[in-house]
């Protein structure tokens, strides 16, 4: 499908944990994939909807080309322009990296990609903190220059996202980075040396983010958010209290904090553009559910209430927020996640419910939403 700068185009942010490497061996058992997770979890309270199990892909292993190209053409099919692949670059160490330079590799499956670098440390507890370090992420200008030299030939491919005609390149913690301005600059000259043009760089706001300064040219929204998880209300805290008394302690689970979506889609639509960012530089993100109970044993993050309608509805916002501040080019609504099962946060079939969040994906952003 081809798109005009005018149109509103979705990027899915695409998980590649799916299929065993040798660290996830050693770390976490012979065979270890996200799917690990998924398959062992258990619901927590009465009503909480776990195992959420796949359907039309199963359990899938992405160093099958068919498993990419079955995604691709799913992807193509409800209207998703591109994914945008987690990467994983530890000073010169690449994890997880397989599928993407398969991709690269064989020119198959025939669907744009972009690259997020996932610069947290890689822990026991799956969320970069500095407990129980199994990678660290050590910074310095030569690695700088190392990595983004290494990026060249991906970078180079015909199907790699462009925007604002720029190679299309993000970061999950730009804070993390000790000069990021230094570290932007580094990267710019050597995609310029290399022939390449210009890079259009994005840093994601899981942090405070100021574009004056850092030398990025967008923010880009995380959902859920940090900066807009709701207030639990007097009654939610009730049913948290007790449902984590009765069922999560006998399944090995610490409390976890339990939210309402619709509370999570009304505080995400009502935000305002954070400081340090202008609206025409701020691209919004949408997330079809949440619940990582499967991952994260120690004080989960659960939303309850999530549909395809109301997913359809926040998405529908977005994008007539992103046509009325994103100037032609550049505007792209982030999705979080095509893939995330651990994390309870994935537009690809289930088994309780299909097609629909695709089906909803594809209705808000079909021409009529875009008008």
């Given at each position: 499908m081809r798109h005009s700068p005018d149109d509103v185009q979705a990027i899915a942010i695409h998980l590649p944990q799916f299929h065993p490497i040798p660290e996830n061996d050693e770390w976490w058992g012979k065979g270890f994939t996200e799917w690990t997770n998924v398959a062992k979890a258990k619901p927590l309270f009465p009503g909480h909807d776990q195992p959420r199990l796949p359907a039309d892909l199963g359990f899938y292993d992405l160093r099958l080309d068919e498993v990419r190209a079955a995604q691709a053409e799913m992807a193509k099919a409800y209207g998703i322009s591109a994914f945008c692949y987690y990467h994983y670059w530890f000073n010169g160490?690449?994890?997880?990296?397989?599928?993407?330079?398969?991709?690269?590799?064989?020119?198959?499956?025939?669907?744009?990609?972009c690259l997020c670098w996932a610069n947290e440390n890689w822990t026991r507890t799956w969320d970069g903190t500095e407990s129980s370090v199994l990678l660290h992420q050590d910074y310095s200008p030569d690695d700088d220059r190392a990595h983004i030299r290494s990026l060249i030939p991906l970078f180079s491919d015909p199907r790699y996202l462009r925007i604002d005609g720029k190679i299309a390149f993000f970061v999950y913690r730009s804070n993390r980075l000790p000069d990021p301005a230094a570290t932007v600059a580094i990267w710019r000259e050597e995609v310029g040396r290399a022939g390449l043009g210009e890079l259009f760089l994005g840093e994601f706001t899981t942090s405070d983010v100021n574009l004056a300064t850092s030398g990025f040219d967008v923010a880009v929204e995380f959902a859920p958010s940090p900066y807009a998880l709701p207030k639990q209300r007097r009654f939610q805290r009730l049913l948290t209290k007790i449902w984590c008394r009765s069922f999560a302690r006998t399944r090995g689970t610490r409390q976890a904090a339990i939210h309402l979506y619709d509370d999570l889609c009304e505080a995400m639509v009502g935000r305002e553009t954070p400081a340090g960012v202008t609206s025409d530089r701020w691209l919004r993100c949408v997330s079809p559910s949440w619940d990582n109970s499967p991952r994260r044993k120690d004080?989960?993050?659960?939303?309850?209430?999530?549909?395809?309608?109301?997913?359809?509805?926040w998405l529908r916002s977005m994008v007539r927020w992103t046509r009325s501040k994103l100037p032609p080019g550049r505007r792209f609504?982030?999705?979080?996640?095509?893939?995330?099962?651990?994390?309870?946060?994935?537009?690809?079939?289930?088994?309780k419910n299909g097609h629909a969040y695709l089906e909803a994906t594809k209705r808000a952003l079909s021409s009529e939403a875009n008008e």
């Open positions: 160490r690449r994890i997880l990296e397989r599928p993407v330079q398969e991709i690269h590799a064989s020119g198959e499956p025939d669907f744009p990609f004080k989960p993050l659960i939303f309850i209430g999530s549909t395809p309608g109301k997913y359809e509805a609504v982030f999705i979080n996640a095509w893939n995330e099962w651990a994390e309870g946060n994935f537009l690809e079939p289930d088994q």
